[in-house]
Structures are given as C-alpha cells and as structure tokens.
C-alpha cells in the first residue's frame, strides 16, 4: 500500500487497516465552497483494467464533515471518493465525483450504524457506487463518469476538514478484476 498524505498514526493487523485521521485534511475541488483541497490521506494500489473494490469502514465520527471510505484517483483534477460523511450530527452516505470541480451527492442513514460495507466498480468510463449496511444487502449511490485510463489509483481514503481529527478502522479491503475479465 503506497499513501498520498500519509496520515500521523496507522497500521495494518491481519485484515484491518487502522489509522488516526489528522485534522485540517480534505478532498474538495472548487465547487461551492471556491477552494482546492488535496490533503486527505488515500492507502492505495495501482490497478489496470475494469475492478472491484470493497471494504467495510468502522469510524468514531464527530466533528463535522469527518469522512472515510473508498477512492479511486487518475489524478488531483479526476477521483471520485465514497462512503459515510459526518454532517450536523447525522451519518451520511456520500460521494464525491470530480473532474475539476467536485460535485457531491449524500443519502441520510438512519441511527448512527456502527459500520457501513461499500463497493465501487470501475468498468470502462463508468464507476458504480454502492453501500451496504449489513454486509449483505447494497444499495445503488450514484453511477458516474470517469476518464477511462489505463491505470488508476484505488484504495481507502480518510479526511477531517474541520474537526480534531479521529480514528478509523478499515476491515477486509480488498481489490479485484471484474468477473470474465481477469
């Protein structure tokens, strides 16, 4: 696993991948707020060709816009980020498109769910967003575009844009080919 931002405290115990998230770090372009933040932490693999990626995220949420998930990344203009944001007290589940300018799309979880399972398929230009609540059961997010390439970046991703930072727990993170196309 290579690090963009590695984050002050992590480590990888069997099938889980720990980190202290720091705080002031974000993945935002443009859109709405007028910045450019690339300082969030992103645990990635280079992968080529049409994927899967999943992994459950376990978060202690607090301060708003806390974050952590999945991304995938051509480069600091092109990547699209997923999984629960925190805003206003509530759980979010979210994601981020971005080609330039960041665009977001969030649905409320109800309760505050100790943990949420996501999976992101990258086949050709299109990524399929989904989550899950129980590991079993996903619901669709968002499809969106992004630039087909030979190779991209794809891993877990954590940011506190306002907060102190917190801690988060990413279990059985795992990336594979698209079925018949290994």
């Given amino acids: 696993m290579h690090w963009l931002n590695e984050p002050p405290a992590w480590q990888v115990e069997d099938d889980a991948i720990t980190v202290q998230v720091a705080p002031g770090t974000d993945f935002w372009r443009r859109t709405h ?3 450019i933040r690339d300082s969030g ?3 990635f693999e280079t992968i080529h060709g049409d994927f899967v990626a999943t992994v459950k995220v376990a978060g202690g949420y607090r ?5 952590a998930g999945l991304m995938v990344r051509i480069d600091a203009q092109h990547w ?8 206003h007290g509530v759980q979010y589940a ?4 971005t080609r330039e300018f960041s665009d977001w799309a969030v649905a409320p979880l109800a309760g505050q769910p100790p943990a949420i399972w996501l999976r992101l398929t990258r086949q050709a230009e299109a990524v399929e967003i989904e ?3 129980d590991g079993a059961q996903y619901a669709l997010l968002r499809i969106a575009y992004l630039p087909p390439t030979a190779s991209i970046q794809a891993g877990v991703m954590c940011a506190a844009p306002d907060g102190q930072g917190f ?3 990413f279990e059985n993170f795992a990336v594979a080919p698209l079925p018949g196309k290994e």
């Fill in 33 to 35: 707020y007028g910045f």
């Fill in 41 to 43: 932490h992103f645990g």
């Fill in 80 to 87: 699209i980020k997923c999984g629960i944001e925190y805003v």
């Fill in 94 to 97: 979210s994601a981020v498109v």
């Fill in 63 to 67: 301060d708003l816009y806390d974050q």
């Fill in 167 to 169: 801690p988060v727990v």
């Fill in 131 to 133: 989550y899950s609540l």
